[in-house]
């Protein structure tokens, strides 16, 4: 079976590899085997969604103001930039696609401020639709678009909150409250429990930690807590990436020792760590399970992305500074 894999990374850095692909690569995945087939002139694309019905990939721009769409009508070589939005606001480090298609929604990091983008049935931008400024009274970082149950949640980095939205087809989501978490943690992204939707687990960015979390009416409720790290790790570290995978394993990604946590999560509401996966470079900022039983591990500061087939085999990508990883079957068509 062959797929596609996109690779999306900064692009704005001076240490960018000679050579290795940079931007957002579309690469042929067959047998696990990676070829590189187009490159689309995209800057700093960190995070990307595929809206298949419409074939179009949605990619946030860190650092930058912007939004990108990118249209695959055909094959990867087919792809090609069909619009471009100004958000005004700095460093949409994240976006999601809305459940109900009609839009996508932006953490945009530096301003602090979330902002939903109306989409057209083209798969085009169709204008800023609703904007939330957070930061009004203080500093706020919202890192993540989570969305689950009648809503979406937002992590906030600077204010050690989650702010919790509404959300309706056609209209523009209002904040509905926000759950404060422990001073320093830094909540950075939060993973829904696959089977579970009264569970989440949120990654400490700040204090290397991962939490289980109960959802309910009244918001976001702390239960068991754990480490990301080895005891006895005395180095600088940071939290990145959250994910639980289809065999219902818990993973953290660690910037700074490196490696995956992981985290048996049979008592939901009590991640306990049985080990550490090697990342397979320096500051895996994104990770995740882009298929069963395949992780993708993008070390940012080595330029390079690690497939993991069944925690064992692996197969290395030179991309430059990569931010977010995609595998996606272009052959497959929804209505």
Not at 29 to 36: C, G, H, K
Not at 151 to 178: M, N, Q, T, Y
Not at 240 to 246: E, G, L, N, T
Not at 279 to 286: E, I
Request: hydrophobic share 40%.
């Amino acid at each position: 079976m062959t797929q596609t894999l996109i690779i999306g990374g900064y692009t704005d850095r001076d240490d960018l590899p000679v050579g290795a692909a940079s931007g957002l690569g579309l690469y042929q995945w067959r047998d696990d085997v990676a070829s590189l087939v187009a490159t689309v002139p995209v800057d700093n694309p960190t995070w990307f969604e595929w809206e298949a019905r419409r074939r179009v990939l949605y990619v946030s721009q860190s650092s930058l103001t912007t939004l990108t769409a990118v249209a695959i009508p055909g094959d990867a070589r087919s792809a090609r930039v069909l619009d471009v939005i100004e958000l005004g606001a700095v460093n949409p480090a994240h976006l999601a696609l809305a459940p109900t298609g009609d839009a996508v929604v932006a953490a945009c990091f530096t301003e602090g401020q979330v902002v939903t983008v109306a989409l057209a049935e083209d798969g085009s931008f169709d204008g800023v639709r609703g904007r939330v400024d957070l930061a009004t009274e203080r500093n706020a970082e919202p890192h993540q678009i989570s969305f689950g149950g009648s809503g979406f949640a937002v992590p906030d980095r600077a204010r050690d909150e989650i702010h919790r939205f509404s959300w309706a087809a056609g209209s523009a989501p209002k904040l509905r409250g926000s759950d404060p978490q422990p001073a320093g943690r830094g909540p950075r992204h939060l993973a829904r429990h696959p089977r579970r939707e009264d569970i989440a687990y949120l990654a400490g960015e700040l204090d290397s930690t991962v939490t289980a979390l109960r959802a309910g009416a009244a918001g976001f409720e702390a239960a068991g807590s754990a480490s990301t790290l080895p005891t006895g790790y005395e180095g600088e570290n940071s939290v990145a990436a959250v994910f639980v995978d289809a065999a219902g394993t818990l993973y953290v990604s660690n910037r700074g020792h490196d490696s995956l946590a992981s985290f048996d999560i049979s008592d939901p509401l009590a991640p306990r760590p049985t080990g550490h996966l090697d990342a397979g470079g320096r500051t895996p900022r994104f990770a995740g399970e882009i298929a069963p039983g395949l992780i993708a591990s993008a070390a940012m500061d080595s330029h390079s992305v690690d497939l993991i087939r069944d925690g064992r085999s692996r197969i290395r990508i030179a991309h430059g500074a990569p931010g977010c990883v995609r595998l996606i079957d272009l052959d497959a068509r929804e209505a």
